[in-house]
């Protein structure tokens, strides 16, 4: 039987080897968050951080018209 025309047409992105692990940090498995080294702070609320996204999305729609 033939798939629907969109499962066959559809672009399948890659899927990731592995997630990169922000520098200077250490994932805690009991809290579920990530430590900064340094400050030993969580690593959303350090101060000295560049702000970042939660994952690494991948951009899809609307989003590749540059509109």
Same mark, same amino acid.
């Given at each position: *039987?033939? =798939?629907?025309? !969109?499962?066959?047409?559809?672009?399948? /992105?890659?899927?990731? !080897?592995? *997630?990169?692990?922000?520098?200077?940090?250490?994932?805690?498995?009991?809290?579920? /968050?990530?430590?900064?080294?340094?400050?030993?702070?969580? *690593? *959303? @609320?350090?101060?000295?951080?560049?702000? =970042?996204?939660? @994952?690494?999305?991948?951009?899809?729609?609307?989003? =590749?018209?540059?509109?």
């Amino acid at each position: *039987m033939q =798939q629907h025309i !969109l499962a066959e047409r559809a672009y399948r /992105y890659p899927e990731a !080897l592995d *997630m990169p692990a922000p520098e200077g940090c250490t994932f805690n498995n009991q809290k579920g /968050y990530w430590i900064d080294d340094v400050s030993g702070q969580a *690593m *959303m @609320k350090c101060d000295s951080r560049q702000p =970042q996204t939660k @994952k690494a999305d991948v951009e899809t729609g609307e989003d =590749q018209k540059g509109e």
